[in-house]
């Protein structure tokens, strides 16, 4: 009998009450001392008949295992659940374009040409591939994502598309939804009152901290700021449509990000916003050493990072029991991993990372096939490097696509142990302690 491997253990989150979370399942167990050292001692070989009572207890809820194989069970059973998505769902990502009117410092599609937008015949073709993927796996939902590049540098596809499959799920009997990831430039009201009567929706914009280190990064090609632009569209729009803001964040910007929630707080925007969720900018490209090109930062200083930005928009939004900022609890691997899930690109190629979209090398086909292969970024499971890595139900080896870009090579993982270990250190024992007021267990099931 033994702790799973994926077992995290936190100690002494209140006086004689400590927490095994298990990151494989996502749910916790909160224990006194005496029932943590029955564990200590069943796991030594030196339990007496008491300690073995309370070990068994705990093995038959999952937390202890027979030996490494169940565990491996456990993780390939989780994996399988993982690529079969959300019953009945279908995830598209739709880019129109790859072109963009910002040439953000950090961007993974910088180098894209500028010129690769959708074509009238790839449009159609397109349409023809999601409904026909959305009969054969018989999904009652569609939800699309629009991204590029910038996607709102193509309105007329976004409208265009949005209302031929909406139109096509309600035939169905089904339901369409969508949501845009976009810069903000040419967000505006009536956009978004016309994508509004094709279904629910919802838009992410990106301001990365306040106007200063905003306007580092996120530039017009001619080096000029866009912090103001994107603002002024922001207050626009709030209010009027389920309105998210990100932010891609370098280790030592959290002042920056206090005054941008101030100012969203200041403009009447920030009680208005569905969630707020900043995130570690991730560097995609390397100069001729080798070496990051955008300022990153080491996993540990962006965890740090991330957990006071979460306490400052905790502190902002005490109305908001989840957290928005630290989500990897229970996030599960990226849509790399989904079966029922595609990112097409303006050429019509299909992808199962959108962060590879454009790179024909790794693409698993085009919406005119009829049959696509398996995703190269998956092929030398990489994850399997990983050893006894408690987070690998969450991460199975980080951004597989970001790494390929940065080094070419689809057999390395993107370790981001440390930042997981701040993260959940924060926010598995807050999660656990609101939900969970009563005692810790003291062995008597």
């Known amino acids: 009998m033994q702790l799973s491997r994926f077992l995290v253990t936190y100690e002494s989150v209140?006086?004689?009450?400590?927490?095994?979370?298990?990151?494989?399942?996502?749910?916790?167990?909160?224990?006194?001392?005496?029932?943590?050292?029955?564990?200590?001692?069943?796991?030594?070989?030196?339990?007496?008949?008491?300690?073995?009572?309370?070990?068994?207890?705990?093995?038959?809820?999952?937390?202890?295992?027979?030996?490494?194989?169940?565990?491996?069970?456990?993780?390939?059973a989780h994996l399988d659940r993982v690529a079969r998505g959300e019953p009945g769902i279908m995830s598209i990502t739709l880019m129109p374009t790859l072109a963009c009117n910002l040439a953000c410092?950090?961007?993974?599609?910088?180098?894209s040409p500028a010129y690769n937008t959708m074509s009238p015949e790839t449009e159609a073709q397109t349409l023809?591939?999601?409904?026909?993927?959305?009969?054969?796996?018989?999904?009652?939902?569609?939800?699309?994502?629009?991204?590029?590049?910038?996607?709102?540098a193509r309105k007329d596809v976004v409208l265009r598309t949005a209302e031929v499959l909406s139109r096509s799920m309600a035939a169905r009997g089904g339901r369409f939804s969508w949501h845009i990831i976009t810069n903000g430039i040419n967000l505006d009201r009536p956009f978004v009152d016309a994508m509004r009567r094709f279904g629910e929706g919802g838009v992410k914009v990106t301001l990365d901290g306040d106007k200063e280190t905003h306007d580092e990064s996120r530039v017009y090609r001619s080096g000029k700021g866009s912090f103001d632009v994107i603002f002024e569209n922001l207050c626009a729009v709030a209010g009027h449509?389920?309105?998210?803001?990100?932010?891609?964040?370098?280790?030592?910007?959290?002042?920056?990000?206090?005054?941008?929630?101030?100012?969203?707080?200041?403009?009447?925007?920030?009680?208005?916003?569905?969630?707020?969720?900043?995130?570690?900018?991730?560097?995609?490209?390397?100069?001729?050493?080798?070496?990051?090109?955008?300022?990153?930062?080491?996993?540990?200083?962006?965890?740090?990072?991330?957990i006071m930005l979460d306490r400052l928009v905790r502190k902002k939004r005490p109305e908001r029991a989840t957290s928005e900022t630290l989500d990897a609890l229970g996030s599960g691997p990226c849509e790399l991993h989904w079966d029922p899930s595609y990112i097409i690109d303006p050429d019509g190629l299909v992808y199962k990372c959108p962060a590879v979209a454009g790179r024909p090398e790794v693409a698993i086909g085009s919406v005119r096939d009829l049959a696509l292969r398996g995703a190269p970024l998956l092929a030398l499971r990489p994850w399997e490097q990983c050893g006894d890595c408690p987070y690998l139900p969450v991460?199975?080896?980080?951004?597989?696509?970001?790494?390929?870009?940065?080094?070419?090579?689809?057999?390395?993982?993107?370790?981001?142990?440390?930042?997981?270990?701040?993260?959940?250190?924060?926010?598995?024992?807050?999660?656990?302690?609101?939900?969970?007021?009563?005692?810790?267990?003291?062995?008597?099931?």
């Open 241 to 306: 449509v389920r309105l998210d803001v990100g932010g891609n964040f370098l280790p030592g910007q959290q002042e920056s990000y206090a005054r941008l929630i101030q100012r969203l707080d200041d403009a009447g925007i920030l009680a208005k916003l569905h969630a707020i969720k900043f995130k570690p900018a991730q560097a995609t490209a390397a100069n001729d050493l080798g070496t990051c090109a955008g300022g990153c930062g080491s996993p540990k200083e962006e965890g740090e990072t991330l």
């Open 128 to 152: 023809e591939f999601i409904l026909r993927k959305v009969d054969e796996a018989g999904s009652r939902e569609l939800r699309l994502e629009y991204f590029g590049g910038e996607p709102l």
């Open 395 to 445: 991460c199975v080896g980080g951004c597989l696509g970001g790494q390929y870009l940065k080094t070419g090579r689809r057999d390395q993982v993107n370790c981001k142990k440390e930042w997981f270990e701040a993260s959940f250190k924060e926010a598995v024992p807050r999660r656990y302690l609101a939900e969970l007021a009563g005692a810790p267990w003291d062995g008597e099931a």
């Open 105 to 111: 410092t950090y961007c993974f599609q910088k180098g």
């Open 14 to 76: 209140r006086a004689d009450e400590h927490v095994l979370y298990d990151v494989l399942d996502d749910r916790y167990v909160g224990l006194n001392s005496a029932a943590l050292g029955a564990v200590t001692r069943a796991m030594a070989g030196s339990a007496d008949d008491d300690d073995r009572e309370i070990a068994g207890e705990l093995a038959s809820q999952g937390f202890l295992v027979a030996d490494r194989e169940h565990d491996d069970r456990r993780l390939r």
